[in-house]
């Protein structure tokens, strides 16, 4: 299948056998066969940790933070490695202001890690977290423009889109909003970032963290956040010795420095160079963004309209075309999933994820028309 900015099935540069039909991108998804192999070489360097210099710590990690900012229109020091959505989110908490009385807005089963942590803060300052209720046609941008006429809102915590069922937000009419408003925007991209257009320069969101083991192509233990300029005078998570000036000279490390890296250099994580996953996250954001995002979404959004249809076309429920994501997609089933359906659909090797009462399907470059046919192959014989 190829779509109409020519973008074409990628599967020939990852290890999927013939016989598996994986539509689980939402989960985790599979490394590119270069990238394991740049992996490989990164774990087999340790052997030989004489061969390990000084710039292997500061140079890697560095590109690795360009491509990113590459993908998002940012400057690459707007740019820090994270370990998780978690920590991220972590770091929002701790510099951004919260008053008595005020709200903090997330959708309805919005994943934990921009949940928590909400909630955490909103009790240590006397304020409330406020979810929004699951719109009935699936447009959560008109249900957050419509709640930020609430003066107390001063945060808005959300993804792109939702990672039950792929329900989008308009992130740049909630940017232009949030802005008008002084509201808080706390993005949490782990599951859009790569296969969706999206740029800080539209959006001008305050934080934006991304975890890299789904749509990036990424491995596990590996994420990005951006900080806007306006919070990189802020207060990090940890005090690294990698995260001040001058740590590039070793032999005067004792030499204590209260000056941090510039831009976002304060909050990366402890032990940010490392070594043996940098490269592979490299060589997977060299390919994204080669291929092109915008390339991909529409690429993907022609699978994603094939599988609403077919879908629909055996009694499935599907959102509208606009609320949807190009890359993610719920199957909603009237009255719950049935019992033994993902393990029927496993025993064929087709693997798709149950979130609620709809089956999450989540295809990624690697996918192709010929798997949408497996998988309603599969649905029809079971129904
Ligand atoms: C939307 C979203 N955010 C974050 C995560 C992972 O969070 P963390 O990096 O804190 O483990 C997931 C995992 O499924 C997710 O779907």
């Not at 599951?191 to 890299?212: H, I, R, T």
């Not at 032999?251 to 402890?270: E, I, K």
């Amino acid at each position: 299948m190829t779509s109409r900015l020519n973008f074409i099935c990628q599967k020939p540069l990852f290890d999927i056998p013939a016989d598996v039909t994986y539509l689980n991108a939402a989960y985790m998804t599979p490394l590119l066969k270069e990238a394991t192999a740049r992996g490989q070489q990164a774990v087999a360097g340790k052997l030989h940790p004489w061969e390990i210099g000084i710039s292997d710590f500061f140079d890697p990690p560095a590109r690795a933070c360009g491509l990113m900012a590459d993908m998002i229109g940012a400057k690459a020091e707007d740019i820090a490695l994270v370990p998780s959505v978690s920590y991220g989110a972590a770091i929002a908490v701790a510099n951004l202001p919260l008053l008595p009385g005020q709200k903090i807005l997330v959708l309805a089963d919005q994943f934990p890690s921009n949940v928590y942590p909400w909630q955490e803060m909103a009790k240590a300052h006397q304020a409330e977290v406020v979810t929004m209720a699951r719109p009935m046609e699936g447009d959560w941008t008109a249900e957050l423009l419509a709640a930020l006429e609430d003066e107390q809102v001063a945060i808005v915590a959300c993804p792109q889109a939702h990672w039950t069922d792929g329900s989008r937000v308009d992130l740049i009419a909630l940017g232009r909003a949030c802005r008008a408003k002084s509201v808080a925007l706390v993005l949490d991209l782990t599951q859009s970032l790569g296969v969706m257009p999206f740029s800080v320069k539209e959006v001008d969101p305050d934080f934006m963290v991304v975890a890299s083991y789904k749509w990036l192509l990424g491995p596990y233990s590996y994420g990005f956040l951006y900080v806007a300029p306006r919070h990189q005078q802020g207060v990090p998570l940890e005090q690294g010795w990698i995260a001040r000036q001058g740590s590039e000279d070793f032999t005067r490390l004792v030499d204590y420095q209260s000056a941090y890296l510039p831009g976002a250099g304060r909050f990366n994580m402890g032990e940010r160079s490392n070594f043996m996953l940098t490269p592979i996250v490299i060589h997977a954001l060299e390919k994204l963004n080669e291929w092109g995002v915008e390339a991909i979404a529409e690429y993907l959004s022609g699978l994603t309209n094939m599988i609403a249809e077919r879908g629909q076309d055996i009694g499935l429920k599907v959102s509208e075309e606009v609320f949807r994501s190009p890359h993610l997609i719920g199957l909603g089933f009237e009255g719950g999933v049935p019992e033994g359906l993902t393990e029927f659909l496993s025993e064929r090797k087709i693997y798709v994820s149950v979130r609620g009462d709809s089956i999450r399907v989540s295809p990624h470059v690697y996918n192709e028309a010929q798997d949408v046919e497996n998988l309603f192959a599969a649905l029809e014989d079971f129904l």
